[in-house]
């Protein structure tokens, strides 16, 4: 696998503020430790503040990392949306022009987190349907390739008049995306247990397109049954207003669990010739440790590390978090493809085969897991 990733949020503002503190001397210090301890090639950054954006993308470049470039749009149209990624792909330039490798990211999971693909306001709206299975849903998704269809290719042109380098979009699959403008094949693609068994079938279908696929996102948060869900295995959380509160039940934390969920989806990606991956994610600032199993938020969190609150870390001193189990296990992972020795921690040398992904969500079943709500800040 050419590059080994992983996803930093720069932060999300939906209502004028964000959870995600923006440091910049803590921001350069994550990105060092992405590169150098976790043994990272690349960094898909990702945000909607455009100014900590091209921030973070300028300490990425200058550490060497490979720079993907991905401003998210939430509750925008169209137009609104061509806006932002015209402006992000002008700033995108001028990182690519200082000398580094950046790869332009066209927005991510559009039909889900904005208006015009999908019927509903909001995004509690337009993904319950695809929750609950209706039986409408065949007929809900039967137009959208069309129009997710006719805005990338207008959103490619917008891009490319201003970006030189190489452009794709984080999809999902349902979204039915035509990829002849973009460079790079880019799919979300967790894995839950409806779909384990065509799990690896779905990404060979991918990579037999022919064009370099990325797995822009993979992951699970981390709490015993956290795999079983994938992407919606953060959906645990009880709210008070926009607040969260505490976790809705009872559950017994398990970063073992995170941990071996990465690495057997890095075993298919390896075993199929995935080009790019990202694992989801570094680091969620909203999502605190805590003692009070019923408040540990971090059993919510996608975050290799745990976030503490009101004091620093041991491993690293001057961090306010401390490495999971995902830790260790994604830096040995990416150690040993960088040094040609392969994952150091696959039993016997073995490769994962019976996991796989599908190609389409659709009611019969042949559905991708895919994140329902921002996996970080």
Not at 85 to 114: K, Y
Not at 233 to 242: C, L
Not at 274 to 289: E, K, M, R, S
Not at 349 to 358: H, I, L, M, N, Y
Request: with cysteine.
């Amino acid at each position: 696998m050419r590059a080994r990733g992983i996803g930093y949020d720069t932060g999300f503002s939906f209502d004028g503020t964000s959870r995600r503190p923006f440091d910049q001397a803590v921001v350069r210090r994550e990105l060092q430790i992405i590169r150098d301890d976790l043994h990272c090639t690349a960094v898909r950054l990702f945000g909607n503040d455009l100014d900590r954006l091209e921030s973070a993308a300028r300490y990425a470049a200058g550490l060497g990392l490979e720079v993907w470039f991905s401003p998210f749009t939430y509750q925008l149209g169209p137009e609104e949306m061509l806006a932002l990624l015209a402006d992000a792909a002008e700033r995108a330039e001028r990182i690519r022009r200082l000398g580094a490798e950046v790869v332009f990211v066209t927005g991510a999971e559009l039909s889900l987190f904005n208006t015009g693909f999908m019927p509903g306001d909001s995004l509690h709206e337009r993904t319950g349907k695809l929750l609950q299975r209706q039986p409408e849903i065949r007929e809900l998704l039967a137009g959208l390739p069309a129009r997710m269809n006719a805005f990338l290719a207008r959103a490619a042109t917008v891009v490319r008049e201003r970006f030189g380098g190489k452009v794709t979009y984080a999809s999902v699959p349902f979204e039915g995306v035509d990829w002849t403008p973009f460079d790079i094949v880019s799919v979300d693609a967790h894995r839950s247990k409806e779909i384990a068994h065509v799990y690896q079938q779905g990404i060979r279908t991918l990579v037999a397109q022919g064009k370099p696929v990325a797995i822009t996102e993979f992951g699970c948060t981390t709490y015993h049954g956290a795999a079983d869900h994938g992407a919606l295995s953060g959906a645990i959380i009880e709210y008070d207003g926009t607040a969260r509160v505490r976790l809705n039940g009872d559950y017994v934390r398990d970063e073992q669990e995170q941990a071996t969920y990465l690495r057997e989806l890095l075993d298919v990606f390896v075993a199929e010739g995935v080009d790019a991956a990202f694992a989801c994610t570094f680091v969620c600032y909203g999502l605190p440790h805590r003692s009070d199993p019923r408040e540990d938020l971090d059993m919510a969190s996608w975050g290799v590390v745990k976030v503490l609150e009101h004091r620093l870390g041991n491993t690293y001193p001057d961090m306010p978090w401390e490495p999971k189990a995902a830790f260790s296990t994604l830096a040995d992972y990416y150690r040993g493809l960088g040094d040609g020795t392969g994952s150091s921690l696959v039993s016997g040398g073995s490769r994962s085969t019976e996991r796989e992904v599908a190609t389409n969500h659709t009611s019969n079943g042949n559905s991708v897991s895919t994140v329902i709500g921002p996996s970080a800040d």
